[in-house]
């Protein structure tokens, strides 16, 4: 009687660990995680915003795109700093950087990322009334020099040396 009790209680116990794996495999909210079919891809790439129109390869000039709106945090207890433009994303074979203008005419950098293939040697923060960054990789020294134009920040040269 005693093996048969056993027996049953390990048979009632793996029948409620599968089911439970089974459930958790197929999501635990009933939604089942497996690849998605060509019309779900499709559908989830409709819903995307378009990249950035990158540059050419070989072609250091730069492309200037403006962001977003900004938007300040709420329940901040700090002064708010002064109001700035917005900040422009400038693209180069060397990489992307994103500078924004201050009201008094300066310029600082936010950001900065190399392309592929590229690292950055050296990079000028800011605010100034001109900031650096340079990309550098086996071929190309790219020095991106941006300055305020008009409240915008404007690569002013770009020495592909």
Same mark, same amino acid.
């Given at each position: 009687?005693?093996?048969? @009790?056993?027996? %049953? ?5 793996? %029948? ?8 958790? /495999?197929? &999501? ?5 995680? %497996?690849?998605?079919? *060509? $019309? ?6 409709? =819903?995307?915003? !378009? !990249?950035?129109?990158?540059? *050419? $390869?070989?072609?250091? /000039? #730069? ?7 900004? =938007? $300040?945090?709420? &329940?901040?207890?700090? =002064? ?5 433009? +917005? ?6 074979? /060397? ?6 203008? =201050? ?12 392309? $592929? &293939?590229? *690292?950055?040697?050296?990079?000028? *923060?800011? #605010? ?7 990309? +550098? ?15 915008? !920040? ?6 592909? @040396?």
């Amino acid at each position: 009687m005693a093996v048969i @009790g056993w027996l %049953g209680a390990t048979v009632l116990a793996t %029948g409620v660990t599968l089911a439970a794996v089974s459930s958790i /495999g197929a &999501g635990i909210f009933g939604s089942p995680a %497996g690849p998605l079919d *060509r $019309q779900e891809v499709t559908e989830a790439l409709a =819903t995307l915003s !378009p !990249p950035a129109s990158p540059t *050419r $390869q070989g072609s250091p /000039g #730069p492309t200037v795109q403006p962001s977003g709106p900004s =938007t $300040q945090q709420p &329940g901040t207890d700090a =002064t708010p700093a002064p109001p700035t433009a +917005e900040p422009s994303v400038i693209t180069t074979v /060397g990489g992307t950087v994103v500078a924004r203008c =201050t009201t008094e005419g300066l310029v600082e950098l936010l950001s900065w990322s190399p392309a $592929q &293939g590229f *690292r950055v040697d050296n990079a000028e *923060r800011g #605010p100034a009334r001109e900031v650096e960054v340079e990309f +550098e990789s086996g071929d190309y020294d790219i020095e991106v020099k941006i300055r305020c134009v008009d409240g915008v !920040p404007v690569d002013v040269e770009n020495d592909d @040396g």
